[in-house]
């Protein structure tokens, strides 16, 4: 078993609806990273979580420490959203490393 | 917000030449800088982990003198792929961090390589 499992891999909608994309971890963590990975291969930190919710723009990501689940929410969906959305977990050793996940692969259809 | 720099975006080099990829962190210091390659359709892979000044840590199956990696400044990170071959072709992203527990991790464009 993966220590960081996304769901779901792949995911289409029709612009306008709302997204969820969740992760589940196994380890203990420092944080929990939102990453965006656009085709050409770029990738943006969308956010760096350690507990609670935290919101930027369309974009809402929470984590519950506890269950050891977070979520990435997309109000409004637009084309431009279009990526692969990955979420991470970095521990606490000494290199902070991240553990990844697979990735959601996200699809707007206009 | 921080910046990492990475140069070149794409090359193409002739088998058994060598390539030099460099990741700059432009406004703040890059204490740690982790290398990733990334084949198509699949997640990206940490190949080592440097720090400044010090040699860098390998992952299992990653062959340190192929590829070299160089981590001399705060604010400076190379990686040479040496004597490339074909299957070397990747997609190769460095990410930096001030190497501080949450500061967060900011990754460079990426550099797409094709060995022909």
């Known amino acids: 078993k993966n220590e960081v499992e996304q769901s779901p891999q792949n995911l289409t909608a029709q612009e306008g609806e709302f997204i969820t994309i969740n992760c589940s971890y196994s380890v203990g963590i420092s944080a929990l990273h939102w990453l965006q990975q656009h085709p050409g291969g770029g990738i943006v930190s969308l956010f760096m979580?350690?507990?609670?919710?935290k919101k930027h723009g369309r974009l809402i990501a929470t984590i519950n420490i506890q269950e050891k689940h977070s979520s990435l929410h997309i109000t409004a969906s637009h084309p431009r959203d279009s990526a692969v959305y990955i979420c991470a977990v970095s521990g606490w050793d000494s290199n902070y490393q991240l553990i990844w996940g697979a990735g959601t692969k996200l699809i707007i259809k206009p | 917000g921080a910046v990492v720099s990475q140069h070149p975006s794409r090359v193409i080099c002739k088998s058994g030449t060598s390539v030099k990829i460099e990741c700059r962190s432009l406004d703040f210091q890059a204490t740690t800088m982790f290398w990733y390659r990334q084949f198509p359709k699949q997640s990206l892979m940490l190949m080592a982990t440097s720090n400044e000044g010090s040699k860098a840590t390998y992952e299992q199956g990653v062959e340190k003198d192929k590829f070299l990696i160089n981590h001399a400044s705060l604010t400076l990170s190379t990686l040479t792929v040496t004597s490339a071959h074909p299957e070397d072709s990747s997609f190769y992203i460095c990410?930096?961090?001030?190497?501080?527990?949450?500061?967060?991790?900011?990754f460079g464009s990426g550099t797409r390589l094709t060995v022909v």
């Open positions: 979580l350690s507990s609670g919710k």
């Open positions: 990410s930096a961090s001030p190497g501080r527990v949450n500061y967060g991790y900011t």
